[in-house]
């Protein structure tokens, strides 16, 4: 079985999206090489999201699946983990939650984050956003691939850069020892999502 934080992550909101259904593409992202599949659904309720969660989770039998923000969510969908954001449920909470096995990712946006997360027992960091997105409402600018640099330098964790990432801007990204990417919509909404998936794959494989 193989299952690796290091890779590209493919973040998917749970309800169809264009031609593809969510599980159409987590079957799509799957055969492409990638390291996790994230489901990110942030008003979809329980009892609709769960059914969802549950198919992905067999569809990721030998990848990670990481669901967004909702420890509940992930521990009836049989998830391998959760990821957090800085105001979510603390990380020893989401632990007692899932059981010390569960892998447990936080957003962080500064060095201090990263370094704080990694002393609370994060698995990976999840570093961002590296440019402009419209996934998701943001107060900040984005970060620079120097401050990308510098917690990859200070974190003995994966570092997944996440935020408006495509094939056609990851170039700066990969020549850093980043442990991933996290791509959302330049995959969710591609016209070809296979080639999508496969070409960040190869990248990323090609740098090890």
Request: glycine share 10%.
């Amino acid at each position: 079985m193989r299952k690796g934080i290091r890779g590209i992550h493919v973040l998917l909101g749970a309800s169809a999206i264009g031609k593809y259904s969510v599980e159409d593409l987590a079957e799509i992202a799957v055969r492409g090489g990638a390291a996790a599949i994230q489901l990110r659904e942030k008003i979809m309720p329980m009892d609709e999201v769960l059914p969802i969660a549950k198919r992905i989770r067999k569809i990721c039998s030998d990848i990670l699946f990481i669901v967004n923000d909702r420890a509940d969510l992930a521990l009836l969908s049989g998830a391998d983990g959760v990821h957090l954001g800085q105001e979510d449920l603390p990380i020893v909470y989401a632990r007692e939650i899932l059981g010390e096995k569960s892998v447990i990712g936080i957003s962080c946006g500064s060095v201090e984050e990263a370094i704080r997360a990694e002393k609370e027992g994060a698995a990976y960091i999840g570093f961002g956003h590296m440019y402009p997105t419209s996934s998701k409402i943001k107060i900040t600018n984005p970060r620079t691939v120097e401050e990308l640099a510098l917690v990859c330098s200070n974190v003995p964790l994966p570092v997944i850069a996440i935020g408006g990432i495509t094939p056609e801007n990851s170039e700066p990204l990969l020549e850093l020892p980043v442990g991933g990417l996290a791509i959302l919509s330049a995959f969710s909404q591609a016209e070809d999502p296979e080639k999508v998936i496969a070409t960040l794959t190869r990248r990323f494989t090609a740098r090890q």
